[in-house]
């Protein structure tokens, strides 16, 4: 599975921005939305990936409490691109952020998805967003 990501910039605090990952290499049968879930994570340095949004198999979102109401995840199903949305942009927002995917075990439901880094072993190069003040 191959993630690419984009949309990444510098804009000023307020300001909105849409990063995209468009995926592909899916092999043996996986259908894409009913056998993964996908994850938006962003990084700043000497901290480790902190999982902002999650989209599950069914289209169930979740979001980090600090990104709930100005982060928007969602999924273009026909596109096979998973979006993210940023409202009313801050300084503190400024990290590297990617896009992640894991093919979704058997015993797991299909509306939970996993902020949690670990849980991901396909992962996208990042986009930078600088945010100034």
């Not at 879930?37 to 000497?46: E, I, L, S």
């Not at 199903?77 to 979006?83: D, E, G, Q, R, V």
Request: include cysteine.
């Amino acid at each position: 599975v191959q993630l690419v990501e984009s949309g990444g910039g510098s804009v000023q605090a307020g300001g909105s921005l849409r990063l995209s990952c468009v995926v592909s290499g899916f092999t043996g049968g996986d259908y894409f939305m009913r056998d993964y879930y996908m994850a938006w994570f962003r990084q700043t340095p000497g901290k480790g990936r902190e999982g902002v949004a999650c989209i599950a198999a069914d289209g169930t979102t979740n979001y980090a409490d600090t990104v709930k109401g100005r982060f928007t995840i969602s999924l273009d199903k026909a596109a096979s691109t998973l979006y993210l949305q940023i409202q009313n942009l801050q300084p503190e927002d400024t990290a590297l952020f990617y896009c992640a995917a894991q093919r979704r075990p058997p015993y797991m439901s299909s509306w939970h998805c996993s902020r949690a880094s670990s849980n991901f072993r396909n992962w996208g190069q990042g986009t930078q967003v600088t945010v100034s003040s």
